[in-house]
């Protein structure tokens, strides 16, 4: 068992870590490695707009906008990915290690299977969801050359669940980390080119960066699963598609897949409104959104954390650890985001700075700028309440909850957030910075509704290794 009785201390510890199961300490353990592996994630796409808006604002806001619909594709196929992390997780919990890799390699499958929805976007998608838009050329160029290279990204998913759903995230943080330092080597060498040897490719180089440093992260994950220790000990050469394992993930990995799109489809619409709209206004929407994806890892880490010890407690049917795991989480959330009260909060002229754009006038860059800031404060309290969020989707998800999260999840988004954003922005004419105020309201109201879910406590009911094996 994964999870055990230590009789000398009178309290559970966890073979995940040398700590105690569920304490805050283990959460840490779990959930820094996975927060460098996310912020270097994270970062790669900072350091893309970094790169874009030193090169122009067209290229900027064309990226902004055209990889927005592009996470829809990406997230929705990264979520039915990621389930592998579930049953990777049960199965550990439950003693079944030989059975771990065989889930990995139906998401495997998955995610060549992929091709199917990302070729058709890149041909013809793409083209048509830009034409009406300004900068519609780059657009059109990035939202294409991610879409052709897009099953690397479930595929590289589904390789970290093996590890993550074991706690052995330090692999997880080191590929990506060599996947971070491929992209930004490649965005400087392809955007700005080398005189003459590569000429500069713009906003194009851009995505062939970030797909060549997805293509490294897979290559460091996929040559220690496939070792011989892995494929003796944990069935990591279990390569052949199994029909009913295949389709338990995509039942169990779909409905989490659906809210992430409708999420995303919804952002991407408020975009395309503001892109519409008015260019100053997608200008601050471009920086606080980039801002945003540099400090989320935070709340991502964490959720992942305890989606890995709550699969393994839930396993084991240790339900108390199940308990401790959510106010573990909830503490050390608020613990972390006090330290991004420091630059959001009393530096946030100085990070907007950062992405201000070189070719504009005096008037146009003030104005970004002072609603940029003000904007600032809002990210803040939204990176807290998401925190929250995080935790609890992160614990609803480990018992296979993911039904419930499809349901109530990204309709909440449009209807709490996305629809009264457009209404203050189009109909009353309100500064962007009204888009946070409602975002930090309306997931309060989320978060609370997964809380009460969770207290219901269906995952004791819930458990995925033990369905199998009806």
């Not at 559970?12 to 870590?17: A, I, Y």
Request: charged fraction near 10%; charge should be positive.
């Amino acid at each position: 068992m994964t999870i055990v009785e230590t009789e000398a201390r009178g309290e559970l510890t966890s073979r995940l870590s040398r700590f105690r199961a569920g304490g805050i300490r283990e959460l840490m353990t779990i959930a820094w490695p996975l927060a460098l592996s996310i912020m270097s994630a994270n970062l790669m796409l900072f350091c893309d707009r970094l790169f874009l808006a030193h090169s122009s604002t067209e290229a900027l806001n064309a990226s902004v906008n055209s990889s927005v619909y592009f996470w829809i594709l990406q997230m929705g196929t990264v979520a039915v990915a990621c389930i592998a992390e579930v049953f990777v997780g049960q199965y550990n919990g439950a003693g079944r290690s030989r059975e771990m890799g065989a889930p990995v390699w139906q998401m495997i499958w998955f995610s060549l299977f992929s091709v199917i929805f990302y070729l058709p976007a890149g041909l013809w998608l793409g083209p048509a969801l830009f034409a009406s838009t300004p900068h519609s050329a780059m657009a059109t160029d990035f939202f294409g050359i991610l879409s052709y290279c897009g099953p690397l990204f479930p595929l590289g998913a589904a390789l970290a669940a093996f590890y993550i759903a074991r706690g052995r995230v330090i692999l997880v943080a080191v590929a990506t980390m060599a996947a971070n330092v491929t992209n930004v080597v490649l965005d400087y060498i392809l955007i700005f080119g080398v005189e003459g040897w590569i000429p500069a490719m713009g906003i194009r180089g851009a995505a062939w960066a970030t797909a060549a440093g997805q293509l490294m992260d897979i290559v460091v994950l996929a040559s220690c699963f496939l070792s011989k220790f892995n494929r003796t000990n944990f069935g990591t050469g279990k390569w052949k598609l199994q029909g009913k394992l295949f389709w338990d993930c995509i039942r169990v990995g779909t409905p989490s897949s659906i809210s992430m799109a409708i999420e995303l489809l919804a952002w991407a619409v408020l975009i395309h409104f503001v892109a519409l709209k008015d260019e100053a206004l997608l200008t601050v929407a471009s920086i606080t959104q980039s801002i945003l994806i540099l400090f989320l890892f935070v709340n991502e880490s964490v959720g992942k954390a305890v989606t890995t010890i709550a699969s393994n407690a839930i396993g084991a049917k240790q339900w108390s650890i199940v308990w401790r795991i959510f106010r573990s989480g909830m503490r050390l959330n608020l613990y972390l985001c006090a330290l991004f009260a420091i630059p959001l909060l009393f530096a946030a002229d100085w990070l907007v700075g950062f992405f201000l754009p070189a070719d504009s006038t005096e008037a146009f860059i003030e104005s970004v700028r002072s609603v940029s800031v003000r904007s600032c404060l809002w990210l803040w309290l939204y990176c807290l309440v998401d925190g929250a969020k995080y935790t609890l989707m992160g614990l609803l998800t480990a018992a296979g909850d993911t039904r419930f999260l499809a349901i109530f999840g990204g309709g909440a988004i449009c209807v709490l957030a996305i629809a009264p954003v457009i209404i203050a922005l189009g109909v009353f004419g309100l500064h962007y910075d009204s888009t946070w105020i409602i975002s930090v309201v309306a997931t309060m109201i989320i978060s609370g509704v997964f809380l009460w879910r969770f207290r219901q406590e269906k995952w004791k009911h819930n458990q995925i290794s033990t369905s199998l094996d009806r």
